[in-house]
Nanobody, 121 residues
């Protein structure tokens, strides 16, 4: 499966953005999906994950209550709605897919390119 992330940009603190990750292929609904991020000089970290059906979601403590992961299997797309953004959320955001895993470790088989989110103070 190929993943294409989009929706990043420059936003002021307190603002919102919605990231999208479009997947190729006809088996998207069988993949667990995750979002990770990597800030300059830091390691990649888990942000959120969602099961193949969308019935189960996980969030990093740092984004819980501010970010929402969702998916539309009919559109082969997973979303990350980001609200109350903080400068600390500045990073490249990556989506990932795996047929057997959707947890908080970077064990996914497929990764998209990053989309950059910059939050100004």
């Amino acid at each position: 499966v190929q993943l294409q992330a989009s929706g990043g940009g420059l936003v002021r603190a307190g603002g919102s953005l919605r990231l999208s990750c479009a997947a190729s292929g006809r088996t998207f609904s069988s993949y667990g999906m995750g979002w990770f991020r990597q800030a300059p000089g830091k390691e990649r970290e888990f942000v959120a994950a969602i099961s193949s059906s969308g019935g189960t979601t996980y969030y990093a403590d740092s984004v819980k209550g501010r970010f929402t992961i969702s998916r539309d299997n009919a559109k082969n797309t997973v979303y990350l709605e980001m609200n109350s953004l903080e400068p600390e959320d500045t990073a490249a955001y990556y989506c990932a897919a795996d047929q057997t895993y959707y947890g908080n470790a970077p064990l996914y088989d497929y990764w998209g390119q990053g989309t950059l989110v910059t939050v100004s103070s």
